[in-house]
């Protein structure tokens, strides 16, 4: 059975120009139900998962019920 991360944040995610193709941070995860401390890995992201994450989250968050639409 695969292990299971909890994702605590990321941190100083960055490129170097504004038309950059991958991007830079430290993901910040804990291994859920351990007492071992956090881990800090640096990663790289290119910019076509970051799309679409920004559209699956979004879509999720809409559908949440905790989340509060703004209105325009």
Known sequence: ???SWEVLTLRGLASTDERAQEFAGTLVIHRTGSKEPVESIHVSIKRSILVEL???LGRLLARSTGV???QS
Do not use: T
């Open 1 to 3: 059975m695969a292990e």
């Open 54 to 56: 920004h559209d699956n």
């Open 68 to 70: 509060k639409r703004r």
